[in-house]
């Protein structure tokens, strides 16, 4: 049991089609990230919450859209992804101070055909 | 720009042997530092982290980490390699309250 969740663990769409991907944290934590992990390249930070306020947003095409509906839920809406979007979405969570670390859920392997 | 580097891409070393790891981070005031490791398709589990104090730090799985200011280097190290370390490595640097960086990875094979 991580305390951070993400569902689906796997999920294919195509390139017209309109899916979420979850995330949800038992840690009492508030700040929530997403990542996106390519094959060969380093995590990218991708989204940040803290406070159910976006604080970052690291020039991530408008077709990645999230949304924090309170502090322990997460979404990351898709839609007319590219075959280039592929790729394992992380969402972490932490305590929105600088000396804690970050928990990691498992990942959704995303695949766009 | 601040930035965590991880030289090595891949290592490979014999179950039993000892391990290094390296991490170099590029920030001006002294970060947070940690060490996740991450198996194929799985999230990241946090090993070790260093906040303050002792420059030595000990995680879990018998991992320990050295913080040397002077290099802004933040090594990873293991005395005795177990079959079961094979996995990614991944450095990480957190600073201001809501950014944490991670360097590339270091993919850890064991040979029999």
């Known amino acids: 049991e991580t305390g951070v969740t993400q569902t689906p663990r796997h999920l294919v769409m195509g390139m017209t089609n309109k899916k979420s991907l979850k995330c949800e944290q038992h840690?009492?934590?508030?700040?929530m990230y997403w990542y996106k992990q390519s094959a060969k390249k380093p995590l990218e930070l991708m989204f940040v919450y803290s406070l159910e306020e976006r604080v970052e947003n690291n020039s991530v095409p408008s077709r990645f859209s999230p949304e924090c509906p309170n502090s322990s839920h997460l979404f990351l809406h898709l839609h007319t992804l590219q075959p280039e979007d592929s790729a394992l979405y992380l969402c972490a969570s932490s305590q929105d101070r600088a000396n804690t670390e970050a928990f990691f859920g498992q990942g959704t392997r995303l695949t766009v055909v | 720009a601040q930035s965590v580097t991880q030289p090595d891409i891949h290592i490979t070393v014999s179950e039993g042997a000892s391990l290094e790891l390296r991490c170099n981070y590029s920030?001006?005031?002294?970060?947070?530092l940690f060490w996740y490791v991450q198996s194929p398709g799985q999230g990241l589990q946090l090993l070790l982290k260093y906040f303050s104090g002792d420059t030595l730090v000990q995680g879990i799985k018998g991992f320990e980490a050295e913080f040397k200011r002077s290099q802004s280097s933040f090594n990873l190290r293991k005395p005795s390699v177990h079959w079961s370390d094979a996995a990614e490595y991944f450095c990480?640097?957190?600073?201001?309250?809501?950014?944490?960086?991670f360097g590339s990875g270091t993919k850890l094979n064991v040979k029999p």
């Open positions: 990480a640097v957190r600073y201001n309250f809501n950014k944490f960086y």
């Open positions: 840690l009492g934590h508030n700040a």
């Open positions: 920030y001006g005031a002294t970060p947070y």
